[in-house]
C-alpha cells in the first residue's frame, strides 16, 4: 500500500485532491482501507426442485465500495477548517461521479469512477479536535471496474505515429492496412476500443482475430471527414463526425467487438486511402483493483 499513491479529481475536474500529500495535510491510513484490490462477485444461480444444490448461470461483478481510511490536518483551525470544507466540496456526491486514482509504483495509474457516499459527516461526540481529522471514506462505483492507462494506435499511409506496445505496420499505397497487437494479457475483464477513422476512405473493415469476430462499414468519408465507432457498452454507436447514425451501413450483424484479456491480434482496413486517412484506436484495459 505504500507505493500506491491516491488521489481524488472532482466530478467537474476542476480540482484534484492528493490523498497522500502529507505535506499537504492528507494521509492514507491503513486503518479503515479496504477493496482497493479486487472486484466483489457474484455467482447468478437458478435452484430446481427436487436437485440438490444450485446451477451457475453467470459470474458477475457487484457495483465497487472500496473504503478509505484518510487523516486530515493542518497548522491551526483555521487552515483545517478551509481545508475540511474543500475536501467535502470536491467530494459531494451530488455534483456527479468523481474518480479515485492510484499512481502505483511503477508510475501506472488506475482510475476508478465512483461517488463518495460516506466519512466526510464528522463526529463531534468524539471529541475531534481543531486541527486534525481521522476518517473513513466510503465511495460507491456502479462500474466496478478499476481503468488503466489510456493506449492508443494510429494507422495511416504515411509513416507511422509512435506508439506503444504495437508492432509495425504493413501499408499497402491505396489502402490504409494495419496488423498489431493489443495485449491485455494481465488485464481482468474486457475492454471496449473507440475508433476514430478520417477519410478519404471507404468499406472499412475492423477484425479481431483472436475472438474470429469482425465489423464492416460500408460507409464512404470525403477527405477530412470523421467517423467514430465507439464500442463502449453504455455507447455502442457508429456515427459520423456530424453525429449521423451510421449503423445502417453496417454489413451484416453491427458486432462491435470488445479486446479480450488476453494477446488480441487485430487488422484493420480501409479503402481508397490517401495521405491524410488514418485510423486510431483507443482504450483502457479494464482491472479488478489498484
Known amino acids: 500500500m505504500a507505493a500506491d499513491l491516491l488521489s481524488w479529481t472532482a466530478a467537474d475536474g476542476s480540482t484534484t485532491i492528493n490523498l497522500s500529500d502529507t505535506s499537504a495535510g492528507y494521509m492514507v491510513m491503513a486503518d479503515g482501507t479496504k477493496g482497493l484490490r479486487s472486484v466483489t462477485y457474484e455467482m447468478v444461480t437458478t435452484k430446481y426442485a427436487g436437485i440438490d444444490g444450485e446451477s451457475v448461470n453467470a459470474v458477475r461483478?457487484?457495483?465497487?465500495q472500496p473504503t478509505v481510511g484518510l487523516l486530515l490536518s493542518a497548522d491551526d483551525e483555521a487552515a483545517f477548517r478551509a481545508r475540511a470544507q474543500g475536501l467535502v466540496r470536491a467530494m459531494r456526491p451530488k455534483a456527479?461521479?468523481?474518480?479515485?486514482?492510484?499512481?502505483?509504483?511503477?508510475?501506472?495509474?488506475?482510475?476508478?469512477?465512483?461517488?463518495?457516499?460516506?466519512?466526510?459527516?464528522?463526529?463531534?461526540?468524539?471529541?475531534?479536535?481543531?486541527?486534525?481529522?481521522?476518517?473513513?471514506?466510503?465511495?460507491?462505483?456502479?462500474?466496478?471496474?478499476?481503468?488503466?492507462?489510456?493506449?492508443?494506435?494510429?494507422?495511416?499511409?504515411?509513416a507511422p505515429t509512435n506508439f506503444f506496445?504495437?508492432?509495425?505496420?504493413?501499408?499497402?499505397?491505396?489502402?490504409?492496412?494495419?496488423?498489431?497487437?493489443?495485449?491485455?494479457?494481465?488485464?481482468?475483464?474486457?475492454?471496449?476500443?473507440?475508433?476514430?477513422?478520417?477519410?478519404?476512405?471507404?468499406?472499412?473493415?475492423?477484425?479481431?482475430?483472436?475472438?474470429?469476430?469482425?465489423?464492416?462499414?460500408?460507409?464512404?468519408?470525403?477527405?477530412?471527414?470523421?467517423?467514430?465507432?465507439?464500442?463502449?457498452?453504455?455507447?455502442?454507436?457508429?456515427r459520423r463526425g456530424d453525429g449521423t447514425n451510421l449503423l445502417g451501413s453496417v454489413t451484416g450483424y453491427p458486432d462491435l467487438w470488445p479486446l479480450v484479456e488476453d494477446v488480441n491480434n487485430i487488422t484493420a482496413a480501409l479503402n481508397g486511402a490517401t495521405s491524410n486517412s488514418r485510423i486510431v484506436g483507443s482504450w483502457q484495459p479494464r482491472y479488478a483493483g489498484i
Open 61 to 64: 461483478a457487484a457495483s465497487n
Open 96 to 158: 456527479g461521479m468523481g474518480t479515485l486514482s492510484a499512481q502505483r509504483g511503477d508510475g501506472s495509474v488506475r482510475s476508478l469512477s465512483c461517488y463518495c457516499t460516506g466519512g466526510l459527516e464528522g463526529d463531534e461526540s468524539a471529541a475531534m479536535p481543531g486541527s486534525w481529522w481521522k476518517m473513513v471514506l466510503t465511495f460507491y462505483a456502479p462500474d466496478p471496474w478499476w481503468l488503466g492507462d489510456p493506449q492508443t494506435v494510429s494507422i495511416g499511409l504515411g
Open 165 to 238: 506496445p504495437f508492432f509495425p505496420l504493413q501499408l499497402a499505397s491505396s489502402t490504409v492496412q494495419g496488423q498489431f497487437t493489443a495485449d491485455l494479457s494481465d488485464s481482468d475483464t474486457p475492454a471496449f476500443p473507440v475508433w476514430t477513422i478520417t477519410g478519404p476512405g471507404s468499406s472499412l473493415v475492423l477484425t479481431n482475430n483472436t475472438t474470429n469476430r469482425s465489423l464492416t462499414v460500408g460507409a464512404s468519408l470525403a477527405s477530412g471527414e470523421v467517423m467514430v465507432i465507439d464500442t463502449r457498452p453504455a455507447y455502442l454507436s457508429v
